[in-house]
């Protein structure tokens, strides 16, 4: 039998985090912020997270970082977890590779 804690949990992390983005991040300075994918491990202990930015993806990661304390217990209140666990907030490379290889597809097709 297979452990499906870990996804509902990572499911539910990904509606609540994208909740609280939404309050707490500047969105004229970083445009539309999506959280791409959250991973929780077997023991609910890290859950990394991966956003995405329509504008500055380098500094996305601090800004984010630097709000996340005010509001981690709400979260945990909500979803009603004993230990929330450590996020670990990454910038999603994948929609970068996906416009790379949408480039390389017009270009040959235009040859």
Not at 10 to 28: C, G, H, Q, Y
Not at 82 to 92: E, G, K, L, S, Y
Not at 94 to 108: G, Q
């Amino acid at each position: 039998m297979t452990n499906d804690r870990p996804l509902r949990i990572a499911s539910l992390l990904k509606d609540e985090i994208s909740f609280e983005l939404v309050r707490n991040l500047d969105a004229s300075k970083f445009g539309l912020v999506s959280i791409t994918a959250v991973e929780v491990n077997p023991k609910l202990t890290v859950a990394k997270v991966f956003v995405h930015s329509s504008k500055k993806n380098g500094e996305l990661v601090k800004a984010i970082e630097r709000t996340t304390h005010s509001w981690v217990k709400s979260v945990q209140k909500r979803l009603t977890l004993r230990r929330c666990p450590q996020f670990v907030f990454m910038i999603d490379q994948s929609v970068r590779y996906v416009d790379h290889i949408d480039e390389l597809l017009r270009e040959i097709k235009k040859k």
